[in-house]
């Protein structure tokens, strides 16, 4: 079953502007928070147990607490560079309710003391950055956001910035070169953006599902949050499903849902006459899982660590009997190798390296040893880098060669896919 | 100071101090190609790696600040792995070019291959292709292929000149260094980029294909092209002198060194040296041995009373050569001893980075032997003793780098004034062509001594390889002139 | 001859001040200049220099790294089409080759009238009603062959 906290109000138009979101309880947890210190806040994030909802899924609130304890000026950075392929539950969320967003970073703005805040949106995604624009300034006009909101004292000023096209912006310190306005390079840590961030500040950088959980741990208090999920893995999440499945879309869940029961009862399962073989559980990143391991899996941050894999954005990709992984592997490997910053060596060539190995092998000029050169490379790439894209290439890589070694050495035999019994030419014209 | 313990060996090091450098200090070899001790920290290469106690993960050297009691390797299985595997990711894409690559010698990727490679690469899909011989102006020249990103030179242009002309193009494995549309890099500094750069893509156009690094010996010394008195490596062998480099003191030129600099040995080569004497008689000019043409002046000064005779220093000479000379002035007589400032309107700039405006390299020295010896004679006495034919023979000891000295020819004809003018000078000079006497000197890797810079700090120079065998030192040129016999051997 | 636009530099200048340094405003600079010319030109990389007063180099270097700005001139109406696993499992690669059929282009090249550029482009956010495309920023779902006619007859029309 569905539970749904943050997405309940998605499917009214009217929550998408301020006089409609207001109708539904929004802002009223600004006076809320008003009435309390913001170390208490921070303490309640802590003790609901919120996680990072953007992929790495560290706690929020300890994450806060390394800021400095001092009056330095500080930012709180909204990471809506939703790229990791699979994922679009940002996109959903601004795209029906702005305010959410915006009322979740004035009080997180105020739990950290922080009085300047950025939404970082991918650039290809003009049509919210045009709806952000217009819903903050919604929240200026009524008094929500600049000097002195509601009479508590508190200023907060909240802009929108544009990325570019560059997938490693989703990084935290990506992000904060980017916005600085250098290339989305990750910087190196430490020292880490709490301690030193944009323009060398104190900086905190949340995702946007993870600061508008924000506003309902307030609403609602820490045991109504905890309710949901599992002891660690707290609360509701949003999930992105797509790929095979009869219903793709945004499924807010809580956190130890049965991923079998989303993809049956939310999803409506497969497609007629399909059998379900892979799911990759937490965006392209995350190790994929053959269908046995799918099948047992529950979707919390313990239970996919338990089956060598990860929620991270909590994008799951639906994979069916009738994919050639090899073919998708490629597709994967494509992906890192065009987004990778090129700044570590490891991961400049050898996401290039391996995107070339599995494209040889798909276009059925591969060699036997380079289904051991895939893994090879791969796993010399994780660990060496200042961020973890290298990683992100190498796990899809390590977990497709060994769970569907298979396909791959069909592939290298006959120079055809074992699904589809055809070249490459003959798939793809 | 903090206790640490570097690949078994317990070294002490300062607070502050980072794991590479730890290395370095416990003299334990550690590969790396992006860190620079001038430059801020990348962590791009990935390859200083290390293996710190208690810690879960590889770490890199260069970004790891030494703790109290830390306990740090890089010679267990597990880091030597990464290390190779390092060493491979440079290598897939690297052209391998090294028959033909001005770095082979002195690569970091070489020397990284002959200890950790030597096998057959792993990699065997196409290589990215990219821009090779690209021109940077009339410097510099850049192949992007052989290029392994560290970005060194990016800080360099960034942090040290402050310019940011060289950037990182594009992403992942298609990323170049390059200027924006090609544009020359030509700030003063550019040709530090060829040093600092790790392999061959970045190369001098001035020392491209002349020599093979192997066949050159270096020596230290002082750069002679300025006041600042970087100290430099230059390069030569039995062929001549191929290059200059900087070397590092962190007092005076850090690693750096400017592009006027990389000159200063241009004019030591055979080609461009006086190597005989000349005396111009009325048949036309005589050659002669240099001591022979020095002998020559010493029965000329005998003409003359004591203050008809007149020196022009310049600030080009080393402190034992003046301090040397100063005493045969004295032993001469004179107190007609002058400075000729080359630039007096440029002699105090300073670019705020090495640059200073005293093209000279011992100006400091040259005035503290002339007050040593309460010589204060001023230039316009010198003027006005000329124009009034007080002086009938003049010797200038020459400028050696003579393009700081663009008045030359004007000056010539001032001195020319004088009955007899006898010119020192290891290279030749149009303006010297109607002087009497013209006698080859030693140039400054020729002669052992010191400088003393604009700031007071004496620096030794070196004696590397003769070219002009005959030349004389400042001070053989002027015991001769005094009327001393020369000891053979006892030249500086 | 490279000549941005009046109110386009006002942006530019209010960009400067709108974040805490003028570095911020390379990102919003380089769209004003795409949005004028469909694609950013090495002029316009200097002129941006010159009226941001920020070094060339740094300019390029940011312009470069991100793949939405054009780094040859591109047509008016620009299909990117996620060739990403979601869309790739819906046919996003074969329609790609279809559009490009369709318009006589090749993926990354812009049609001979200069109206058409088609791209494949990594992941856009929009998996659950894949395959998609934009075109420029607008984004088209849930596409097939005939939407994909109806789209470029519409496109066509304009002018």
Not at chain 1, 102 to 107: A, C, S
Not at chain 2, 7 to 19: C, D, F, L, P, R
Not at chain 2, 119 to 146: C, F, N, S, W
Not at chain 2, 179 to 199: Q, R
Request: glycine share 8%.
């Amino acid at each position: 079953m569905e539970a749904k906290i943050i997405s309940e109000h998605y499917t009214k138009d009217e929550f998408i502007g301020i006089d409609g979101y207001k109708k539904h309880g929004g802002y009223e947890q600004i006076a809320n928070a008003f009435k309390m210190q913001p170390k208490e806040i921070i303490e309640m994030v802590k003790a609901a147990g919120l996680r990072g909802r953007g992929g790495a899924g560290f706690p929020t609130g300890m994450k806060w607490s390394f800021l400095p304890d001092n009056g330095e000026e500080r930012y709180l950075l909204c990471n809506a560079d939703e790229g990791e392929p699979g994922t679009f539950k940002d996109r959903k969320m601004m795209e029906r309710a702005p305010h959410q967003l915006i009322e979740g970073m004035i009080i997180s703005g105020y739990a950290v003391n922080s009085h300047k805040g950025y939404i970082y949106v991918r650039g290809e995604y003009r049509h919210i950055i045009e709806l952000l624009e217009k819903a903050i300034k919604e929240a200026y006009d009524a008094g929500y956001l600049g000097k002195n909101i509601q009479g508590s004292g508190f200023d907060f000023d909240l802009d929108v910035y544009s990325g570019a096209g560059a997938y490693i912006c989703g990084e935290e310190t990506g992000m904060i070169s980017s916005l600085e306005g250098y290339k989305g390079q990750p910087k190196l840590k430490p020292p880490f953006p709490a301690v030193q961030g944009y323009l060398k500040k104190p900086t905190i950088v949340n995702n946007v599902e993870t600061l508008a959980s924000v506003k309902y741990i307030l609403r609602d208090g820490v045991e109504a949050y905890r309710k949901y999920g599992t002891e660690k893995s707290t609360g509701t999440k949003l999930f992105s499903v797509s790929g095979d499945v009869q219903r793709p879309g945004t499924y807010e869940v809580p956190l130890g849902y049965p991923l079998k029961q989303l993809i049956e009862e939310e999803c409506g399962g497969l497609k007629p006459g399909r059998k379900l073989k892979a799911v990759i559980p937490g965006g392209s990143s995350a190790p994929i899982l053959n269908a046995e391991e799918a099948y047992k899996v529950n979707m919390d941050y313990e239970s996919l660590q338990s089956v060598g894999s990860m929620l991270g954005s909590g994008a799951v990709i639906v994979i069916d009997d009738t994919r050639c992984m090899v073919d998708l592997l490629d597709v994967t490997l494509h992906f890192y190798h065009h987004e990778s910053c090129g700044q570590c060596t490891p991961c400049r060539e050898g996401t290039g390296w391996i995107n070339k190995i599995a494209n040889k092998i798909v276009k059925g000029e591969g060699r036997v040893q380079d289904i051991d050169l895939l893994e090879t490379v791969a796993k010399n790439m994780m660990g060496k880098t200042i961020c973890a894209l290298s990683d992100a290439a190498a796990m899809p890589t390590i977990s497709f060669v060994q769970k569907f070694r298979d396909e791959f050495e069909f592939y290298v035999r006959e120079g055809r896919s074992k699904v589809k019994g055809q070249t490459y030419a003959q798939v793809h014209g | 100071m903090l206790k640490c313990t570097v690949n078994g060996k317990e070294i002490e090091v300062a607070e502050g101090t980072m794991v590479i450098e730890a290395f370095k200090q416990a003299g334990e070899d550690i590969a790396h190609y992006c860190w620079h001790p001038g430059l801020s920290v990348a962590g791009v290469c990935r390859l200083c790696m290390i293996e710190v106690e208690g810690a879960p993960r590889l770490m890199i050297a260069c970004n790891t600040q030494v703790t109290e009691g830390m306990v740090v390797s890089n010679n267990s299985a597990k880091v030597q792995e990464a290390v190779k595997w390092g060493l491979d990711f440079h290598l897939i894409n690297h052209p391998l070019d090294c028959p033909i690559c001005d770095q082979a010698g002195e690569c970091g990727l070489q020397d990284q291959y002959m200890k950790f490679g030597q096998y057959d690469p792993e990699m065997a899909e196409r290589k990215v292709k990219k821009r090779k011989v690209v021109d940077l102006g009339r410097k510099i020249v850049l192949d992007t292929e052989r290029c392994i990103l560290c970005s060194r030179c990016v800080r360099f242009t960034d942090e040290v000149t402050k310019t940011s002309e060289l950037g990182i193009f594009n992403r992942g494995d298609r990323s170049e260094i390059g200027t924006h549309e090609d544009k020359p890099l030509d700030n003063d500094y550019a040709v530090n980029v060829v040093d600092i750069c790790p392999v061959g893509a970045l190369t001098s156009k001035d020392f491209r294909f002349k020599q093979r690094v192997w066949y050159l010996d270096n020596d230290s010394t002082v750069c002679n092209g300025c006041s600042t008195g970087c100290n430099v490596n230059v390069y030569y062998n039995e062929k001549g002198y191929f290059r200059v480099k900087p070397e590092h003191n962190k007092d005076i030129n850090d690693y750096w060194m400017c592009d006027k600099g990389r000159n200063i040995f241009k004019h030591v080569n055979k080609e461009s040296r006086l190597l005989k004497a000349m005396k111009k008689t009325e048949a036309g000019t005589q050659m002669m041995a240099p001591g022979a043409a020095a002998k020559d002046v010493a029965s000329l000064v005998k003409n003359y009373s004591s203050e008809q005779v007149a020196f022009v220093f310049t600030g080009q000479y080393t402190n034992e050569e003046y301090d040397d000379a100063m005493m045969y002035v004295d032993k001469i007589g004179t107190k007609n001893v002058f400075h000729w400032v080359n630039n007096p309107e440029s002699f105090d700039d300073f670019d705020g980075i090495l640059l200073r405006g005293d093209k000279n390299p011992n100006t400091a020295g040259l005035i503290k032997a002339l007050e040593a010896k309460s010589f204060n004679a001023t230039w316009e006495q010198l003027e006005a003793d000329l124009n009034s034919g007080k002086i009938k023979l003049l010797v200038l000891a020459g400028p050696e780098l003579q393009e700081y000295f663009p008045d030359i020819q004007e000056k010539i004809q001032l001195f020319s004034k004088a009955e007899k003018l006898v010119v020192l000078s290891s290279n030749p000079n149009p303006a010297y062509r109607d002087v009497d006497y013209l006698i080859p000197m030693k140039t400054f890797v020729e002669k052992k001594g010191s400088f003393t810079n604009f700031a007071g700090t004496v620096q030794k120079i070196q004696k590397m390889r003769l070219v002009v065998s005959q030349a004389l030192s400042l001070n053989e040129a002027m015991q001769l002139m005094a009327g001393d016999e020369l000891q053979v051997g006892a030249n500086l | 001859m490279f000549q941005l636009a009046n109110e386009r530099v006002e942006k530019i200048k209010s960009e400067m001040k709108r974040y805490e340094t003028k570095q911020s405003a390379i990102i919003p600079a380089l769209y004003q200049v795409q949005e004028q010319y469909g694609w950013v030109s090495k002029e316009a990389i200097d002129f941006l220099s010159e009226l941001m007063e920020i070094p060339v180099a740094e300019i390029r270097e940011v312009f470069t790294f991100y793949t939405m700005f054009n780094q040859k001139p591109t047509g008016k109406f620009h299909l990117q089409v996620c060739t990403n696993i979601s869309c790739s499992m819906a046919g996003g690669r074969e329609l790609t080759d279809y559009i490009c059929k369709k318009l006589n282009v090749k993926a990354g090249e812009t049609s001979a009238d200069g109206k058409f550029s088609v791209s494949k482009v990594e992941c856009l956010g929009s998996c659950d009603t894949a395959p998609v495309m934009q075109n420029n920023f607008e984004y088209h779902e849930n596409l097939n062959e005939a939407k994909i006619d109806q789209i470029i007859e519409s496109l066509q029309k304009l002018n």
